[in-house]
């Protein structure tokens, strides 16, 4: 007896319970205890009971007769309970003789862990037995409710949902239920109603949620009401549900007609419109339920819990089960071995996954059985009482020194960790075996079926993603082997942005150009949130996966937060110098610097992609590593044209940045708008100095300017006077006197964005002191001046945009667009700035809260101008990395659309025309502020 109690998975709790019924029994103590002492089979038994479930000890010791089911009597039978009884007393019998079931059922399961040589039962034998107990007790509640109610003129079916239609059922489940009737709907209704209440009074919550539209609609319909909701209104959960469907008690002949109508229709639905959007949607909601803290203890829901085999299974089912009947099966563990037979999974995998799948369950059966209640949370860590008694109910002994709760927790960590892994497997090796392999035996599945499946999961061209996932993983090498552990998370992830296919390619051209460098696929292995990074990037983007491949440092970035979107731009223009200083010729100098600038541009743009950086912060890095670019450019040009020039330098040059370069707003397509300025050096001539200083120029923007797979360095001097007609490099004087005598309104306006760049500071400075009487002229502008650039104005928006342009969706000319809001800020620049110093600034952000500080607009009309500017600087900057290639264009369709929008943080399933709808609002709202103050 002793070694029995050793041997229970709580000694302590089945001493106590055999203490309380020996005081329960009384009198017939002597009679159980030598039952028990004689027994092997009750003592395995009642023993194990008592110390795997307070529930039924508590349940024994009221009903102290009950030890004779677990000895030699036949137990209840649930019908015979119930035959003519009614009311409370009918409930009380239900209950009883359901109870004394559940209890022989659970000595049957546990009696092994005491008494070693009595069976232990598979798992699929105790959820039979469970699902058969509560099939019986729905039958037993309907024969109350019909002794209690006359329904001769009504016709009622009842059809198992969910676990129990799979034959599947926990010791503590919900059953769900949907209803059919016939004749009498009232009567129907008011018998399936009575039959919940029983049962759920007496055994368990009948739960009736997955009837069509749920809890608001009719608890029962006819045959016909159920198959014009399924034809015109179910979604697509609502069939993945049906899966399991059967009929259990009432009209079974009702019930098979019924499963002869909506069976057709389950295996159809991946046919449907918006099948995929609606299983992704579903996959998000599941996952998404389980709180932070509990996501790692959840044997239900919890990442690699009971859900992610049971929804891959069902989803496997719902695409390969229109062409395979043998895949038709309501059982998880019956439909895994199904698909391994069939080769849409490798029998090894469909094997591990169910072992693994019978473990979880099994844990769950023993945490419900403990107090009866329904509850998936495993035991938190510190909590090692609770650990070694389920270790041992589960039959989890020591092992090579470790306690049984030490083994437990490995075990349960490695069985998540599995299934984990071959859920996501799941969405994809079986695709890869029957393209890519062929067996002509052992296969069943062809690649129309294949196509299908990654139709499913969200690809438009399932041929196309076939032939990149056999070109990744063809070979026996160990790079194809790490592919094929990382494709099925990379497929998985690439389905949920806005453009799957388009990420695929991008992911094998990635992976060939780096098929060289160690350690990337280690990286993408080892780093979870690495992959997870990228397979957003690559779904949203086309100019990024071709700077990675050319950046591929980049990547290890992405698993740190910080060091991506968190350094500093002045010390990255720092580093950038330095790193290019090292190198006397401007070749070398202006490669090492293309370098930089792409590993900076991949750096920003993954940050800004993924909603880690603001705007304003990449326009400032963006503009940061031009400069630091120019800088270095300059200064390897200016010291090979001074050995060409015999050693020294003829001339002082100074860079001036203009346009967004000289606002520090540039974007990823922006153009790098200079002007160079120079000053003879004692000794040398004015036109000596500029002819120096031109080769200089040319030279720099040459090297910049040349054809590379980069994106582009152009440095565009036509802002200087007399444009593409000028001299490329003037003196200061030469500006000065210019500008005095043959400057025009727009020019003293672009000279507003004037800033000192690169080369000589000093003459930078003079530069833009010179020019403080241009752009901010004394007084103020007069009405003809305002009057002119208003006129200018009017004439880009009417001349300069692009034909066919939607001016409501241009971010650069549109109307609320970029230039509204920074020609509106630069005429109250050339208005004010002479008295108001706070004014003088190339930002266009700057200039707004000057404006509002001394009193030229509203805060109000500030904010709608600020707002509409960082939206389209975001808009603009999303379109070209989004489409590949610098754009002012808002895409208004299609997945260019949905990639902006998602990129700028709109949910993947929001529609995208409220984006668009947003931008429009926005923006004509600005356009409002912009006729009231800059048109007056």
């Known amino acids: 007896m ?325 895949l038709r099966l309501g059982s998880t563990t019956s439909a895994l071995t199904a698909l391994g037979a069939g080769g849409y999974v490798g029998r090894a995998d469909a094997a591990a996954l169910g072992e693994s799948y019978r473990f979880l369950r099994t844990l769950e059966h023993r945490l419900q059985l403990q107090k009866l209640r329904r509850t998936h949370l495993f035991p938190d860590e510190s909590n090692l009482g609770d650990l070694r008694w389920l270790a041992r109910a589960a039959g989890v002994r020591p092992d090579g020194g470790r306690a049984e709760e030490q083994v437990l927790l490995s075990e349960f960590r490695r069985h998540s960790n599995r299934v984990r892994r071959l859920h996501e497997k799941l969405f994809y090796r079986p695709l890869l075996d029957a393209v890519a392999k062929v067996p002509t035996e052992a296969l069943r599945l062809t690649t129309v079926e294949a196509a299908a499946r990654l139709g499913a999961l969200g690809f438009t061209s399932p041929e196309g993603a076939l032939h990149h996932i056999q070109a990744l993983t063809s070979g026996v090498s160990r790079r194809a082997a790490i592919q094929g552990a990382l494709l099925p998370v990379i497929l998985d992830l ?151 020039a015999g050693g020294w330098p003829k001339a002082n040059i100074a860079i001036i940045g203009m346009g967004r370069l000289g606002g520090h707003e540039l974007g990823y397509g922006s153009d790098a708008d200079v002007m160079f300025v120079c000053e003879p050096v004692p000794g040398v001539s004015d036109d000596e100095a500029v002819k120096f200083a031109s080769a200089v120029a040319e030279a720099m923007r040459r090297q910049l300017g040349a054809p590379s797979q980069d994106p582009a360095l152009e440095v565009d001097v036509d802002l200087r006077p007399q444009g593409r007609q000028g001299p490329l490099v003037r003196t200061l004087d030469s500006y000065v006197a210019y500008y005095r005598r043959w400057g025009e309104i727009w020019e003293a306006q672009a000279l507003l964005r004037a800033d000192f760049v690169a080369g000589d500071d000093r003459l930078g400075a003079r530069f833009l002191e010179s020019v403080n009487e241009i752009r901010y002229p004394a007084g103020g502008l007069d009405a003809t001046a305002v009057r002119e650039i208003r006129r200018i104005k009017a004439r880009v928006e009417t001349e300069r945009l692009p034909r066919g342009a939607d001016p409501t969706t241009h971010t650069k000319l549109g109307r609320g667009g970029l230039a509204d809001i920074e020609w509106t800020v630069q005429l109250l620049q050339m208005q004010h700035a002479y008295e108001e110093p706070s004014l003088r600034t190339t930002r266009t952000l700057d200039g707004l809260v000057a404006a509002v500080d001394v009193g030229l607009i509203t805060a109000e009309d500030a904010e709608e101008l600020r707002s509409a500017w960082v939206l389209a600087t975001s808009v603009r900057n999303a379109a070209t990395l989004v489409r590949g290639k610098p754009t002012d264009q808002v895409p208004t369709s299609g997945r260019e659309l949905a990639a902006v929008a998602n990129a700028l943080g709109y949910p993947r399933d929001a529609d995208p025309g409220e984006f668009l709808d947003s931008y429009r609002r926005t923006t004509r709202r600005t356009r409002a502020v912009v006729e009231r103050i800059f048109y007056a």
């Not at 798992?123 to 039979?128: G, I, L, Q, R, W």
């Not at 509560?134 to 949902?161: F, S, T, Y």
Request: negative net charge; aromatic residues 4%.
């Open 494 to 644: 690439l389905a949920h942005t806005p453009d799957p296919d388009g990420g695929l390619l991008s992911y094998r051209k990635m992976s060939e150009a780096l098929a060289t460098t160690p350690w990337y696929l280690r990286l993408l292995r080892d780093e979870g949130a690495v992959v997870e990074r990228l397979a957003q990037l690559l779904g949203l983007s086309k100019l990024v996966p071709d700077m990675l491949a050319r950046a591929p440092e980049v990547l290890r970035l992405l698993a740190h937060t910080d060091e991506l979107a968190g350094r500093d731009p002045a010390e990255v223009a720092t580093s950038l110098r330095n790193a290019v200083g090292r190198h006397r010729d401007l070749i070398g100098a202006v490669t090492a610097a293309r370098s930089l600038r792409r590993h900076e541009l991949a750096r920003v743009a993954c940050a800004d992609l993924l909603g880690l950086m603001e705007t304003t912060a990449v326009c400032n890095a963006l503009s940061s590593v031009w400069v630091a670019v120019l800088q270095s450019a300059l200064a390897a040009a200016e010291r090979e044209k001074s050995v060409e």
């Open 2 to 326: 002793l070694t029995a109690f050793s041997r229970s998975p709580d000694p302590d709790l089945a001493l106590r319970g055999i203490d309380r019924l020996r005081e329960s029994v009384g009198r017939s103590w002597d009679t159980l205890d030598l039952a028990l002492r004689d027994d092997v089979t009750l003592r395995g038994r009642l023993i194990a009971v008592l110390g795997a479930s307070t529930a039924l000890s508590d349940f024994l010791v009221a009903n102290p007769d009950e030890w004779h089911d677990l000895h030699d009597t036949e137990p209840p039978d649930l019908l015979a309970a119930v035959d003519g009884l009614t009311g409370p007393e009918a409930v009380r019998a239900l209950r009883q003789a359901y109870r004394a079931r559940l209890m022989e059922i659970a000595a049957d399961d546990l009696g092994h862990l005491v008494e070693p040589t009595l069976y232990a039962p598979a798992f699929e034998d105790v959820t039979a037995r469970l699902t058969d107990l509560a099939e019986e007790a729905l039958r037993a509640a309907l024969v109350v409710a019909h002794a209690e109610i006359d329904g001769r003129d009504a016709q009622l079916a009842v059809i198992a949902m969910g676990k129990c239609g799979g034959r599947e059922l926990n010791y503590v489940s919900d059953v769900d239920v949907v209803f059919v009737g016939e004749g009498n709907l009232d009567i129907a209704t008011r018998l399936a109603s009575r039959m919940m209440t029983v049962a759920g009074s007496a055994c368990f919550e009948v739960d009736a949620a997955l009837r069509p539209e749920g809890k608001a609609g009719a608890l029962v319909r006819t045959l016909d009401g159920h198959a014009a909701y399924y034809k015109r209104w179910a979604r697509t959960w609502e069939f993945q549900a049906l899966l399991k469907a059967r009929p259990v008690a009432g009209d079974v002949e009702l019930g098979e007609r019924y499963l002869d109508v909506v069976r057709p229709m389950v295996w159809t639905a991946a046919d449907r419109d918006g099948f995929v959007a609606d299983v992704q949607q579903m996959r998000r909601r599941v996952e998404d339920h389980v709180p932070a803290d509990l996501v790692n203890r959840e044997l239900k829901l919890g990442r690699g819990g009971l859900r992610d085999v049971e929804f891959a299974v069902q989803l496997l089912q719902l695409v390969h089960g229109r062409s395979d009947e043998r």
